[in-house]
């Protein structure tokens, strides 16, 4: 507790940081006064249906994400998730597509160029959420609509308010980049998720208490020990492992040496990182997006790929996340051009001819640990279903694995790192390298 004090006397002494702090704070505070504006002609009292709804199942994760304006039918319903979808998309563009390879290669330019398109393919899709958001809402509470206005009439205007509050939300992580303390989508994303972390964990220690099998304090404790355990597990994929497996890294070596250490192939058990839990999750909303409006006389497999607890969910979803894994590591890694500059930089692997040989090893040796990285990315992804086993709450639940503790362990280290380098820059000891800082940099994640 010392050292936290410390910490946060050494953020407020130095002005420039203790700006952006208060500016990062100020934007997240609008984010959140945002999320409980109701569209107008909207009664919020007649939200219980969707509310209910969005307590279970695929929706709770979208009510999760929004920080739950999804359920208040706030202007801000939409989030900033259309962005990060708009945002897969011209990353996926960017390998396929020649066109968008040579905008990558342009630098500064070719950025503002694919920013440019990201921008216009949010709106693409927001213009199509819209208006599927309001449909389910006038099927789940029909009622909430003020009298006289038609739901034909609302909808247009409707469509633009939610289309504009989620472009703001864009506005507000930017600014936050800009003046705030960096990584501001990031930001915006994880504040929406821990919002509901409160009221998820009352529910959970009060459900411990009073249910018949709720199995009380040391039920609870239990529980806490494993989303201690499974918050480290998360912190270690985030991280990555920079070395590959002994067995393998004995011979993945350049024959060059610098600073008197041998130089490693940066390759990672984790290389995907995050994404193919978040493409696989994007097929597993597709049942839902068809069947949205006919779940009460849906079939048992519709069902059950709307329940994400179910077994059979949960064996697709591992299965994707699997092949997500694999698709994702060949797109974004590229062995040939990897023992292009190995050749090019005089390096070699011991018995392995430059090359295409080379690049034959390094492909065999990344489809090798991608198995193990992907079964550890499908284990943390599962994990929130495992929970369900123990009769823990759902809302809770979500916090036990997924993309939802991966984005909140991710950005917290992050913005911790961007917290460091400031303190680093006017000497000061930081709260991840206390002792260090002086003299080193921050250690890159």
Not at 48 to 61: W, Y
Not at 173 to 183: A, F, L, S, W
Not at 249 to 254: T, W
Request: with cysteine.
């Amino acid at each position: 507790m010392k050292k936290l004090i410390e910490y946060l006397k050494n953020c407020w002494k130095i002005e420039d940081l203790r700006q952006r702090l208060l500016i990062t704070l100020l934007f997240t505070a609008i984010y959140r006064f945002g999320s409980f504006v109701v569209l107008p002609g909207i009664n919020p009292a007649m939200l219980e249906k969707l509310q209910s709804q969005t307590a279970g199942g695929l929706m709770s994760l979208l009510d999760m994400f929004s920080g739950g304006a999804f359920s208040n039918a706030s202007i801000f319903a939409l989030g900033i998730m259309p962005y990060i979808s708009a945002s897969i998309v011209m990353q996926l563009l960017a390998v396929a597509v020649p066109y968008f390879q040579k905008l990558q290669r342009e630098g500064e330019s070719g950025r503002k160029k694919i920013s440019w398109y990201t921008r216009i393919l949010t709106v693409a899709i927001l213009l199509f959420q819209a208006p599927s958001y309001l449909l389910n809402l006038r099927m789940q509470a029909s009622q909430a609509l003020a009298s006289g206005i038609s739901w034909e009439v609302f909808m247009f205007p409707a469509t633009i308010i939610l289309a504009a509050g989620s472009m703001f939300i864009l506005w507000l992580g930017e600014r936050i980049t800009d003046k705030g303390i960096g990584n501001g989508i990031s930001l915006i994303i994880m504040i929406g998720i821990i919002a509901r972390l409160p009221q998820a964990f009352i529910q959970e220690l009060s459900s411990r208490f009073t249910a018949i099998s709720g199995g009380g304090l040391v039920m609870f404790i239990v529980e806490i020990l494993i989303l201690y355990a499974v918050i480290c597990a998360a912190i270690l994929l985030v991280q990555g492992v920079r070395k590959v497996p002994v067995q393998y890294a004995k011979r993945l070596v350049g024959n060059k040496q610098y600073g008197g250490a041998r130089q490693y192939i940066p390759l990672k058990l984790f290389a995907a990182n995050v994404m193919p839990i978040i493409f696989a999750q994007a097929l597993m909303f597709i049942p839902l997006a068809i069947v949205q409006y006919q779940s009460d006389n849906a079939s048992w497999l519709v069902r059950s790929l709307l329940d994400n607890r179910s077994l059979l969910y949960n064996i697709i979803y591992v299965i994707l996340i699997i092949a997500f894994t694999y698709f994702y590591t060949a797109i974004t890694l590229n062995p040939t051009q990897m023992a292009e500059d190995m050749k090019r930089n005089n390096g070699f692997i011991p018995g392995v001819k430059p090359g295409k040989d080379t690049a034959n090893y390094i492909d065999t040796i990344m489809s090798r640990i991608t198995l193990p990285g992907s079964l550890f990315i499908a284990f943390i992804a599962v994990m929130p279903a495992l929970a369900g086993l123990l009769n823990v709450q759902q809302a809770f639940s979500q916090f036990f694995g997924g993309t939802s503790l991966l984005i909140l362990v991710g950005v917290v280290i992050d913005t911790l790192q961007q917290i460091e380098s400031h303190l680093m820059m006017r000497h000061y000891d930081g709260l991840l390298n206390s002792g260090h800082t002086r003299n080193g940099g921050v250690s890159a994640y």
